[in-house]
């Protein structure tokens, strides 16, 4: 009788719910924990220790030791991760602008959840813009072309970024075509796949695509992002305009031009144009230079 009453009370052996929640549970309480020092740390104003903190991001558990223990629960990691990176990107965006471990957490994100486009896309952008990583974030959406081959989104994103960026103007070209064949693409992409083909690096194409991107995006990080690429590019714009014209002033009288203001009187130029973030262009040796310094155009 005795021995029945012991095996009627014993425990079972095998795994129960709550053996199967912690792993999720030690996820959840992983970034919970970073979000509070971090939080703290920002309260204290502690940028050193803060800076610390944000680099052991790198020994957080990779996407897919993350994507193993989280089982069923991937999704919720998933948005855990999601979060973490905005704040992590806002952050530097508005401190430092550097993105050490940007690629990490996305990466950690897209293993976790394969399908999540808008985690590609923002991700890649940030990228190759912010993070000015342009072949990694190539290399990141070549992951979610594997993961996702119906989705237009990712090869047209690994297409504008060789394009803008790495000038690599045949392989933008390919990646566009491919983008234009797949189902719901915009309809304008087929044309940037000639366009590329064409080698035709203008700054109103340029300008097309980035409005395309911001009229076509409901996130509000990465409208910011075109907004400040816009401006880059009217400066750059701006930039080579006035440099073209002082190149052919001083090829046509032996000599650079004294100042801006005589490529204007001497009929190089109609006006001087804007300098969109509020300076002013002059004159250096010869190259057209801005007084709004380079950590203030980005």
């Not at 971090?38 to 957080?60: H, I, N, P, S």
């Not at 995006?217 to 992002?225: C, T, W, Y």
């Not at 080579?240 to 204007?264: I, K, N, S, Y």
Request: contains cysteine.
């Amino acid at each position: 009788m005795l021995e029945e009453v012991k095996s009627l009370g014993a425990v079972p052996a095998g795994p129960g719910r709550l053996s199967r929640l912690l792993p999720l549970v030690a996820v959840c309480w992983g970034f919970v924990g970073v979000y509070l020092l971090q939080l703290g740390l920002d309260r204290a104003g502690e940028t050193r220790m803060r800076e610390k903190m944000v680099q052991e991001l790198a020994y957080f558990p990779s996407g897919r030791f993350t994507r193993q223990v989280s089982l069923e629960y991937r999704e919720l990691a998933a948005d855990l991760v999601w979060l973490r990176s905005i704040q992590y990107y806002g952050f530097h965006l508005m401190t430092d602008r550097k993105y050490e471990w940007l690629g990490h957490v996305f990466g950690i994100l897209t293993t976790l959840d394969p399908k999540f486009i808008g985690a590609y896309h923002f991700g890649a952008m940030t990228l190759a813009w912010d993070a000015r990583k342009p072949q990694e974030a190539v290399d990141f959406l070549a992951g979610g072309m594997a993961a996702n081959p119906l989705n237009w989104q990712l090869p047209f994103d690994a297409g504008f970024a060789s394009y803008m960026l790495l000038r690599d103007y045949e392989r933008a070209g390919v990646l566009f075509d491919i983008a234009s064949r797949l189902p719901d693409a915009w309809q304008i992409t087929s044309r940037w796949a000639a366009v590329a083909m064409s080698r035709a690096g203008d700054f109103e194409t340029a300008r097309q695509m980035w409005r395309e991107i911001y009229e076509n995006s409901e996130n509000k990080a990465l409208r910011a992002l075109v907004i400040r690429q816009l401006r880059n590019l009217k400066l750059e714009e701006g930039t080579a305009a006035l440099q073209a014209a002082a190149d052919r002033f001083a090829d046509d009288r032996g000599r650079p031009p004294a100042d801006l203001r005589e490529l204007v009187s001497s009929g190089y130029v109609d006006r001087l144009p804007e300098e969109p973030y509020g300076g002013r262009f002059y004159l250096q040796d010869g190259k057209v230079r801005t007084t709004t310094p380079p950590y203030q155009r980005e």
